[in-house]
């Protein structure tokens, strides 16, 4: 779910603000029977979707590209690296400028290591989401660059959500009779970009990073059943990828 007023929306739908929202509703109709049971549906609304076990469901749910092989590595064929933006560290005091975010980090982390194992070129996507700052496609090259040792020549410093990472690489692969490229993001985030590169005509190879919850079966029932911030955060992320997806299929029919 892309673009600023889709955003809004999303940050309004999903959680904590989208049960937040239904309960407050609910109190304002305290006086009548829906008013009570909507406060009820709420709590046990927020309750769900703060469970390490609602968030494992989810993940496992979206992240059903499997990590990339060896043997598909070798295989591939692939003329590139294309490694997705995903948020800024904005004005790091120990950088004294804008950086990578964790998320984005661990991409162009991945990133490298493809690159050093195929000596493929790295191709970064991420402009200004929000209008303002670096480009995230300048900050990976930066970190690329600095960090690990991986020169960039080409980028793309203009797209603001996923289906524009799609387009912007698409017309720059083109320029560059790039016809297959290695793709990195986020496991969970993986099926919207695969998506969104081929309905612009880009053969990709998932390489999936940042697997959530891949080792689920061996965490303590209690931990599993027991609300966490990081497992709100996860479901948050997770029905943005859902919600995009229903977006995507509405914007393609």
Known sequence: MD???TQLIG?????????????????????????????????LLQLLLSLPFTAELLFN????????????????????IVVLGAGRYREAPE??????????????RYAARIARQTGLPVIPSGGKPDGEGIAE??????????????????LDKRSKNTWENARYVARLLDSLNMDRVILVTDAAHM????????????DA?????NFEYHQSAERPLHERLTPSASAV?????GLHELLGRFWYSLLNR
């Not at 099926?191 to 880009?202: E, K, M, N, S, T």
């Not at 190879?205 to 990073?209: E, G, H, S």
């Not at 955060?233 to 992320?237: G, K």
């Open 11 to 43: 940050n309004l739908i999903l959680p904590p603000a989208g049960p937040l929202l239904l309960g407050i509703t609910g109190l304002l109709l305290w006086w009548s029977s829906f008013g009570r049971k909507l406060v009820v549906f709420a709590l």
């Open 137 to 154: 496609a300048i900050i990976a090259e930066q970190v690329l660059n600095r960090d690990f040792g991986i020169p960039v020549q080409h």
């Open 233 to 237: 955060m996860n479901i948050s992320f």
């Open 95 to 108: 950088y004294a400028s804008d950086t990578a975010s964790m998320r984005h980090l661990s991409r162009l």
């Open 191 to 202: 099926p919207r970009a695969i998506y969104a590169l081929q309905r612009h005509g880009v």
């Open 61 to 80: 749910h979206l992240q059903h590209y499997p990590p990339l092989s060896r043997q598909q590595l070798t295989d591939s064929q692939a003329a590139a």
């Open 3 to 5: 673009g600023i007023d």
């Open 205 to 209: 190879i998932a390489a999936p990073t």
